[in-house]
Each structure stands twice: as C-alpha cells, then as structure tokens.
C-alpha cells in the first residue's frame, strides 16, 4: 500500500499507478495550537511512504506517517522521499553549526526499514541513514520534455556538483555534449559564475540542476550563455522548488522553457520520478 504524504500527492498517485499497488486513504487536520494530525486506513503489512519534506512541518509529518502506519499494522515500511530538506546542510559550515542532513535522517531513520531518495544534493548523504539508504536518479527522465531537434544540443550543469544530473540528461537524449560551469557563491543568493571553455554560439543549450530554489544560479548561467550567443536555453531541473520570484526570473532571463518532475509538486512539474522511484522498490 502507498501512504502519500500532504505535498506528494501526485507522485504517490504516480507510483501507484507504475507499481499497481493502491493507495491508502490518508487524512491531514491540525489542532487548534497548531499541531497537526494524520489518519491512514489499514495499509496491510508492506507500507510505502511517499512524502517530500519540503518544510519543518513536513518533515514532522513524515514522521507521523511512519508512526501512523506501524499503529495501522505495516510491519515493513519503505521510506520514499522525492525532495528531502535540508539535504544541502550536509557538513557544517562554520564552528558549532548542526550537520542538518544528517539529524534528519537520523531521526527518519527511526521510523522505517529502508529509504529512497531522489536525486539528493550529495549522494553521501545516504550514509547518514541508520538503515539500508538508495539515492535514486530520476534526472534522465528530464531529456523527454525537450524538443526532438535541438541543435548540436550542450548540456550544462551550472556548476561541478551538478554535472552527474547534466550526464543523466543528455544520455536520456540520447545525443549531445556536457559541460559545466565554475561557481563562486558568495552568499546565499549572490553567486559568480565563470564561463565554461565549451563553445555555446548557434547552439541548444539545456541547462540541467538537481535544484532550483532561488533562480539566482541558474539566470546567471542563462546570462552567460546568451552572452556566448547561444541559440535556445532551456532549463531541466529535478527538484522545482522555485522560491519567490525564481519561475519570473528565469523567464525573464529569456529561457525557452523550464522542466522539472513531481518530487516537487510545480506548474512545471510535467516530468513524473515514478518509473525511476519503481525500478528501485
């Protein structure tokens, strides 16, 4: 039984529908003083959360979940996390600041015999699950929003953590080059970025991210792309968060299109993680 979490509806119902499992009746109220509450039906002895945790309370309701369904009889729970937060907290950063990635999973990992994640920010960050951790890579599946006919088509990850994601990208495309560029960030939304040593002019540049929050990175990039005198630029990103004014951004920026999948439920959101998630159940 699929147990779906308040911001993964759509990719719960998704999965579902891959797998052939059904989908447990869950309900989500919240107390007067604030506190919130979930109710799942009987799920049977195999369980699988499916819940991003997109805030503190989602992360406090995805514990609640795992709880809920042990007390409704699930004597196996499989944790599925298509966005997990804080995820990019994962070291610290100055003296006496928390590893924030890694006290989530702690405290996930109490709940549950097994968690798979999508595309987090750093791989490593499954090895601070106390149980069996997967990362899932659902990026590939971006390439098939994309246009056919790209032209020479680069795929460019904004900076060298991402260029894993660009590679899943343009291998589902089945064509192109990779490349990526060189990041400073000198605060949390002021960021350089230096040009990559890849020709871009009368090309389609697809510019592919695990994240995009605030925009800043990826309208940077864009910049210097059309600077290059790139043909069309496109943006594929797996986890649409899209923050503030990030979607009005990038449009400005003058990309063609944006992608993104269901971890994060967006107007973009157009590309589903749910085969990706089913290959590894």
């Known amino acids: 039984m699929i147990v779906a979490g308040s911001h993964s509806q759509v990719l719960a119902t998704a999965l579902a529908e891959e797998t052939g499992r059904r989908l447990a009746g869950v309900e989500f109220e919240r107390f007067p003083d604030g506190e919130g509450i979930v109710r799942v039906d009987e799920v049977g002895e195999s369980a699988i959360v499916v819940a991003s945790t997109v805030s503190d309370r989602a992360h406090v309701e995805l514990l609640q979940l795992q709880d809920a369904v042990r007390e409704a009889g699930a004597t196996q729970v499989t944790t599925v996390i298509p966005y997990m937060g804080y995820a990019r907290q994962d070291h610290a950063f100055a003296a006496g ?14 709940g549950t015999d097994r968690v798979l994640t999508v595309n987090p920010h750093e791989s490593a960050i499954c090895d601070y699950f106390d149980v069996p951790a997967t990362a899932v890579d659902a990026a590939h599946r971006l390439a098939g929003p994309l246009p056919d006919d790209l032209t020479n088509p680069l795929f460019v990850a904004p900076d060298e953590g991402a260029v894993d994601a660009a590679e899943s990208v343009a291998a589902g495309y089945g064509r192109g080059e990779t490349d990526y560029f060189e990041k400073t960030r000198r605060s949390g939304s002021d960021v350089e970025i230096t040009p990559s040593d890849a020709a871009v ?17 990826m309208s940077e990039s864009v910049a210097v792309l059309q600077d290059g005198d790139a043909r069309r630029v496109y943006v594929a990103c797996v986890h649409p968060l899209l923050a503030r004014n ?24 157009e590309v589903s993680a749910a085969p990706a998630i089913a290959a590894e159940l």
């Open 97 to 110: 600041e928390p590893v924030s990635a890694r006290a989530m999973a702690r405290a996930i990992s109490t």
């Open 201 to 217: 002019a009368d090309r389609d540049v697809v510019v592919v991210d695990d994240i995009v929050a605030t925009g800043t990175t």
């Open 246 to 269: 990030a979607y009005l951004r990038l449009t400005r920026a003058g990309v063609e299109s944006i992608h993104g999948t269901d971890t994060l439920e967006h107007p973009v959101s």
